[in-house]
T-cell receptor, first 111, second 112 residues
Framework: NAGVTQTPKFRVLKTGQSMTLLCAQD?????MYWYRQDPGMGLRLIHY???????AKGEVPDGYNVSRLKKQNFLLGLESAAPSQTSVYFC??????????FGPGTRLTVL | QQQVKQSPQSLIVQKGGISIINCAYE??????FPWYQQFPGKGPALLIA???DVSEKKEGRFTISFNKSAKQFSLHIMDSQPGDSATYFC???????????WGLGTSLGVNP
C-alpha cells in the first residue's frame, strides 16, 4: 500500500501560471485536507473534504480551488500563481477529523 | 485569532534529559488532543494523542499530560535522544470543527 502520495514532488512556476497538485490515497479514508507550511507559520489549512463530492474552505482558501470527484483523489488547483504561494504543500487523509496521515509534500516555488 | 498557543518555540536538551512542550487552547469543545512529530523534509506524523476523559497517557518515552480546567496539555519526552530532534506540533480538535487546529510548532534539538 502506498498510503498517501502527492504529485509532483517539486515544481517551479512563473507568476500567473496555473497548476494542479494531486493527492491520492489508498487508505479508503473519507476526510482529506490540503495544508501549506511556511517557516514560522506552522500548518495552515487551505481546503478540506469530508467525503467524495464535498469540499469546504479552510483558513487560507484564497487563490486556490479544490475538487474531490473520486474518494481516493483530492486535487488542489492554483489558477494564477503568485509569489506568495511559494510554500510546501501537504495533503493529509483520515477516517475522521482526528487522526491524519500526511503525504510527503510538494515544494512549490513561484517566481 | 490564535486558538492554540504552543511553547516554547524552540528547545535544546542534552541526551538523556527530559523535553517538555506545552500547548494552551481556548475552545472548550475540543475533545481530541494530539501531538505530531515532523522530521525535516517529511510530512507530520501522529506521535501520541489523548481524549479528555483521562489526565495522562504514556507510550514508551512519550507522555501526554492533560489539564482540562487550565485548558492545557503537554508533551513530555523522557530520556531524550538525538533521534528525537524534530519539530513537534500540538493540534487539538473536535466540537463543531471537523478539522484540527494547529500550533506553530516547537523545534527540538537533542545534543549527543
Amino acid at each position: 500500500n502506498a498510503g498517501v502520495t502527492q504529485t509532483p514532488k517539486f515544481r517551479v512556476l512563473k507568476t500567473g501560471q496555473s497548476m494542479t497538485l494531486l493527492c491520492a490515497q489508498d487508505m479508503n479514508h473519507e476526510y482529506m485536507y490540503w495544508y501549506r507550511q511556511d517557516p514560522g507559520m506552522g500548518l495552515r489549512l487551505i481546503h478540506y473534504s469530508v467525503g467524495e463530492g464535498t469540499t469546504a474552505k479552510g483558513e487560507v482558501p484564497d487563490g486556490y480551488n479544490v475538487s474531490r470527484l473520486k474518494k481516493q483523489n483530492f486535487l488542489l488547483g492554483l489558477e494564477s500563481a503568485a509569489p506568495s504561494q511559494t510554500s510546501v504543500y501537504f495533503c493529509a487523509t483520515g477516517p475522521f477529523y482526528n487522526e491524519q496521515f500526511f503525504g510527503p509534500g510538494t515544494r512549490l516555488t513561484v517566481l | 485569532q490564535q486558538q492554540v498557543k504552543q511553547s516554547p518555540q524552540s528547545l535544546i536538551v542534552q541526551k538523556g534529559g527530559i523535553s517538555i512542550i506545552n500547548c494552551a487552547y481556548e475552545n472548550t469543545a475540543f475533545d481530541y488532543f494530539p501531538w505530531y512529530q515532523q522530521f525535516p523534509g517529511k510530512g507530520p506524523a501522529l506521535l501520541i494523542a489523548i481524549r479528555p476523559d483521562v489526565s495522562e497517557k504514556k507510550e514508551g518515552r512519550f507522555t501526554i499530560s492533560f489539564n482540562k480546567s487550565a485548558k492545557q496539555f503537554s508533551l513530555h519526552i523522557m530520556d531524550s535522544q538525538p533521534g528525537d530532534s524534530a519539530t513537534y506540533f500540538c493540534a487539538p480538535g473536535g466540537g463543531n470543527n471537523r478539522k484540527l487546529i494547529w500550533g506553530l510548532g516547537t523545534s527540538l534539538g537533542v545534543n549527543p
